[in-house]
């Protein structure tokens, strides 16, 4: 999972085996320091509550369900489109992620649709 950002993740049977068995708690929380995501914004990547990102760490097995993986994989896909094709920093592609958007119904985020794309 540490080159997730890097992964091409369409057509990868590892990635998709790891997303099923849930990617390392260890691994989400480098990612989300290294975005510099607060717990909302975590959480809006998981498509939970913020209290279920604070219960994370202390899951005995110590991976994300593999729900919560496909949605971080789908977030990180995402993120790695607007840097790379949309020439977006990653920290402008993030407030974007997060931002409600007029053209989007009832002013959602685009985050909220990150939940739909599998």
């Not at 999972?1 to 099923?20: F, K, P, Q, R, Y």
């Not at 990547?45 to 760490?57: E, F």
Request: hydrophobic share 40%; aromatic share 6%; with cysteine.
């Amino acid at each position: 999972m540490d080159n997730a950002l890097n992964s091409n993740l369409t057509g990868d049977m590892d990635v998709i085996l790891e997303i099923e068995e849930g990617f390392l708690y260890s691994d989400f929380e480098s990612i989300v320091k290294h975005l510099d995501l607060d717990q909302k914004a975590q959480a809006d990547m998981l498509g939970c509550s913020v209290s279920t990102v604070a219960r994370l760490k202390d899951k005995a097995d110590g991976k994300l369900s593999g729900n919560q993986s496909d949605k971080m994989s789908c977030y990180l896909a995402i993120l790695k489109l607007l840097i790379v094709e949309k020439s977006m920093t990653t920290a402008d592609a993030i407030t974007w992620l997060h931002t409600p958007q007029d053209k989007l119904l009832n002013r959602a985020t685009p985050v909220t649709y990150t939940q739909t794309a599998h």
